[in-house]
């Protein structure tokens, strides 16, 4: 019954931007940690980025440090990935994911947490 469902990928132009979104529906708490994952083809998948509404606590990756940042809105039950000064390294499906229990990120920070809840992931791509 737990579903995320991913939207706002497409094609961008290195230095451009895009606002993903993650939109959580059969989850009875806002306590959780959702993160963002991608893969590329042929690569493993990384993780990107983390938010935690209970201790307010987010995470990213060094590759996307300074240029990415998540936020949340509870109300809407929406987690969002603002990716500024997109480089020809970020493209990939992007993935939003959530086990729904725990309330730290840091589990988030192993690009191999295999979390129970994925979307089904967003495309994006970089080229001019």
């Known amino acids: 019954q737990v579903q995320l469902v991913e939207s706002g990928g497409g094609l961008v132009q290195p230095g451009g931007s895009l606002r993903l979104s993650c939109v959580a529906s059969?989850?009875?708490?806002?306590?959780?940690?959702i993160g963002w994952f991608r893969q590329a083809p042929g690569k493993e998948r990384e993780g990107v980025s983390c938010?935690?509404?209970?201790?307010?606590?987010?995470y990213y990756a060094d590759s996307v440090k300074g240029r990415f940042t998540i936020s949340r809105d509870n109300a809407k039950n929406t987690v969002y990935l603002q990716m500024s000064s997109l480089k020809t390294e970020d493209p990939a499906v992007y993935y939003c994911?959530?086990?729904?229990?725990?309330?730290?990120?840091?589990?988030?920070?192993?690009?191999?947490?295999?979390?129970?809840?994925w979307g089904q992931g967003t495309q994006v791509t970089v080229s001019s």
């Open positions: 059969g989850l009875t708490s806002d306590e959780y940690a």
């Open positions: 994911a959530t086990d729904g229990i725990l309330r730290s990120c840091s589990p988030y920070h192993s690009d191999s947490y295999n979390p129970d809840y």
């Open positions: 938010i935690s509404t209970w201790s307010g606590s987010t």
